[in-house]
């Protein structure tokens, strides 16, 4: 980012192909409407094209972004008053199921075993609340760290790790039953 600040458009294009893929992800499964997604994504994106200049390193460059995510999102949220459908399955990428899905599971049998497990882990995510989610899918789309989680949501550290690990209790148990 400081590159990009200083000058190299090249330095936007690796920070882009690095964290597209995350960042739209947590925008799908946060508002579960891919319009939706689609123009929070491309608003953070713009609003960090605007604010290179002004960029001071503070925190990780995820962190920082994921940042703009949030707020970006909290200002669709107070805007709109509404959380949206549930996530679907097929909004998920192959990869993203394979990290979330517990690993203490037996290797599924087939790949209809697998999607009925996925759905029912994204149905979990889904039914979080909403602070939840958001420490959960921070935590597993931008590989953030605790700290970098309270940073992102303008939380303390115990507040971002008890969301997590509420999260995480609540979607093991509902795997399990």
Known sequence: MLCYRDG?????????ARHK????RYFLRQCREAPVADELFQDVWMNLVRAR???TVQAKFTTYLYRL???????????RSVRGPTVSFEDAGEEAIDELLDE???????ALDLKRRAGRLLA????LPEAQREAFLLQQEGDMSVEAIAQATGVTRETAKSRLRYAMAKLKKGMRE
């Not at 893929?21 to 739209?24: K, S, T, V």
């Open 8 to 16: 190299d458009a090249a330095a936007f294009d690796v920070l882009y």
């Open 21 to 24: 893929g995350g960042l739209y």
């Open 53 to 55: 200049k002004g960029y």
């Open 69 to 79: 995510a949030h707020n970006r999102l909290m200002d669709h949220y107070r805007r």
């Open 104 to 110: 203490r599971d037996p290797p599924a049998e087939d």
């Open 124 to 127: 979990l995510i889904g039914e």
